[in-house]
């Protein structure tokens, strides 16, 4: 019985961010164990440098190789798109026999909803990753987008129960879920698909702690909402402590968030290196090349929603994690087991997590070892494929 997978998302393939990272190991985890799967961009390409497919999975358009930057062409790209998801369903049934399909980045009714009635039609089951819950302001920070906030809540709070099936990332996503009807049974809670031998082969080359220097690391997006301030804050109170500390900044920084920061860390920017926004193949090194990782994440609704997929990239390295403790971080993780956990908004808590670290180098050795077995156990990328074919019925599940 042919049983094979389409993945449609909203994010590039197979090289890119965070999102781009869960497409591209959860396509290969799924081929790894005898399911054949092929992705469909739904919006083409963002970096012509995302375009190298580095996979054997079959990777295709569902209109244009490259996202349209003018607003009227996404206007009518829009309605392209409804249009032409039932052909683009159609044609990936006869040519790869598809009979499941699972929808990545793509949140909003008016998209989901030529999925559903194609999957009726023709007896294709549509499943839904569940990442974040985005704040309004994320999803319209235009007055004249407004609309898109009321189907991308009408789709999680009246639709979603109606499709075969819905991936969550997080428990609150999960629960969020069957408040809005969702049968449990028809929920699978899979956290991330990581690659951890990616990142462990680069860890063992060098131990934390073992250069003369201490590297603090962050990788991400670098700004207010993920903790940045608060972080560069701590990192001053601690260099006042300890000489030879330095701070490792990897991901974009606008230009106001740099001069934000320049003003907090005065004479101490000589001990802090921006890296910038790095290429995946980077990231592992990068990583491994520091002897402690943050996560400064500040209080909200979009903390308390995800699973952050640098918790799942640090701990894959075995270095002892500094998190805040927010979302599905306080609920999985108990403190100075897997991670030092410290209050969210507090430069003064994060400082006393990463003088614990420096000042218990032993334990910090063991809380990272800790840390790197939970993510072999729940979130290796073929282990969650497994757990996704059996939640979808699929054989071939070696």
């Known amino acids: 019985m042919i049983n094979n997978i389409t993945i449609y998302t909203s994010s590039d393939f197979p090289?890119?961010?965070?999102?781009?990272?869960?497409?591209?190991?959860?396509?290969?985890?799924?081929?790894?164990?005898?399911?054949?799967?092929?992705v469909v961009l739904f919006r083409g390409h963002t970096n012509d440098?995302?375009?190298?497919?580095?996979?054997?999975?079959?990777?295709?358009?569902?209109?244009?190789?490259?996202?349209?930057?003018?607003?009227?062409?996404k206007f009518v790209e829009l309605f392209l798109i409804i249009l032409s998801v039932p052909i683009s369903i159609i044609r990936n049934r006869k040519r790869f026999k598809s009979k499941f399909i699972i929808l990545y980045g793509i949140e909003y009714f008016y998209y989901v909803f030529p999925f559903y009635i194609t999957g009726l039609l023709f007896n294709i089951k549509i499943y839904r990753i569940v990442t974040d819950r985005y704040p309004d302001r994320t999803i319209a920070p235009s007055w004249w987008k407004l609309l898109k906030v009321f189907f991308y809540r009408f789709q999680f709070r009246y639709f979603d129960k109606?499709?075969?099936?819905?991936?969550?990332?997080?428990?609150?996503?999960?629960?969020?879920?069957?408040?809005?009807?969702?049968?449990?049974?028809?929920?699978?809670?899979?956290?991330?698909?990581?690659?951890?031998?990616?990142?462990?082969?680069?860890?063992i080359k060098t131990l934390p702690f073992s250069r003369e220097r201490i590297r603090i690391g962050l990788i991400g997006s670098l700004n207010e909402n993920n903790g940045l301030f608060v972080l560069l804050k701590a990192f001053c109170l601690v260099k006042s402590a300890y000489s030879n500390i330095e701070l490792c900044l990897i991901g974009s920084l606008s230009e106001e968030d740099m001069i934000i920061s320049l003003q907090i860390l005065g004479d101490v920017i000589d001990s802090v290196i921006f890296i910038g926004k790095a290429h995946d193949s980077m990231i592992p090194s990068l990583l491994s090349s520091c002897d402690l990782l943050v996560i400064p994440r500040k209080s909200s609704t979009f903390a308390e929603a995800s699973f952050p997929t640098k918790l799942g990239e640090y701990l894959s390295t075995g270095r002892p994690i500094i998190a805040t403790e927010v979302g599905e971080i306080k609920r999985i993780f108990k403190d100075k087991r897997e991670l030092i956990l410290v209050k969210p908004d507090s430069s003064e808590s994060l400082k006393e997590g990463i003088l614990f670290l420096i000042n218990n180098k032993d334990m910090a050795l063991r809380i990272g070892e800790c840390g790197y077995y939970w993510a072999l156990n729940n979130i290796e990328y073929r282990n969650s494929a497994r757990i996704l074919l059996n939640f979808m019925n699929i054989g071939n599940k070696k």
């Open 49 to 73: 440098k995302t375009r190298v497919n580095d996979t054997n999975i079959d990777c295709s358009y569902l209109l244009f190789e490259k996202r349209p930057e003018n607003e009227i062409i």
């Open 15 to 38: 090289n890119g961010g965070a999102a781009e990272n869960l497409v591209r190991q959860m396509a290969l985890g799924i081929n790894s164990l005898g399911t054949k799967v092929n």
């Open 162 to 203: 109606y499709l075969s099936g819905i991936i969550c990332l997080s428990n609150y996503l999960r629960e969020n879920a069957i408040f809005y009807g969702v049968k449990a049974s028809k929920i699978c809670l899979i956290p991330h698909f990581i690659d951890i031998n990616l990142f462990c082969s680069e860890s």
